[in-house]
Every structure is written in C-alpha cells, then in structure tokens.
Nanobody
Framework: QVQLVESGGGLVQPGGSLRLSCAAT????????VAWFRQAPGKEREGVSC????????WYRDSVKGRFTISRDSAKNAVYLQMNNLKPEDTAVYFC????????????????????WGQGTQVTVSS
C-alpha cells in the first residue's frame, strides 16, 4: 500500500515563500516519477512540477518557472516543492502524486498517468 502525505501548506502574503513536503510510505520515491498538481476552486487540476524516476530531469509549468523548485531527499524518502515569490493565482489545493515508472516529454502533465495521490494541502496567497 503506497501512501503519500503532503504538508507545509498555509496562508502567506504575496511575495512570500512556502515549502511543501511529500512523504511516502510503502514505496521508495527514488523509483517513481513524483509530481505536484494543484486545483483551485472551479478549475481543473493542473500540473505544477515533476521530478523523474532515477534521474534529475524536472519539469515546470510556465507560470511557476523561476519561482518553484522541486527536489528529492532520498534519505527521507520525500519530495519537496519550494515555492518563492508566491502570487494570489498560486492559491489552490496542492497534491503530491507518483507514477510507477519514468515519464517523457509532456506525459508528466497528464494527471491520469499517475498511480497514487495524496490528500492535498491548502495554499492560500493573500494579503
């Protein structure tokens, strides 16, 4: 049984920072592709960032490039999303998800490819 648990969400002012964590049990995250998706009220779930299985390839949606960084900590079996210079449009529930294998090109953006999902953590950017 693979379980993903997100943490680190909260309320932050525009321009602030948060670091989201995704901790896993039941599977070694080094051997899966791990992504962050988000969903705002009334909007579709969208891919934010992904780190591939067993290599340093990462992807980001255009609107977060230069502000967000995804990383992996093998010792803690965790994946992080460092979010800087947050904007009100970043407000959403953020989900950690994993795909049992490697991803290529735009595959990371397709939420139906993922095998396991966390429950989500709320991020609110507001003054």
């Amino acid at each position: 049984q693979v379980q993903l648990v997100e943490s680190g969400g909260g309320l932050v002012q525009p321009g602030g920072s948060l670091r989201l964590s995704c901790a896993a049990t039941g599977h070694n995250l080094d051997y899966v592709a791990v992504a962050w998706f988000r969903q705002a009220p009334g909007k579709e779930r969208e891919g934010v960032s992904c780190i591939n299985r067993e290599d340093p390839t990462t992807w980001y949606r255009d609107s977060v490039k230069g502000r967000f960084t995804i990383s992996r900590d093998s010792a803690k079996n965790a994946v992080y999303l460092q979010m800087n210079n947050l904007k009100p449009e970043d407000t959403a529930v953020y989900f950690c998800t994993a795909h049992d294998g490697r991803l290529y090109g735009d595959m990371w953006y397709q939420y139906e490819r993922y095998d396991w999902w966390g429950q989500g953590t709320q991020v609110t950017v507001s003054s």
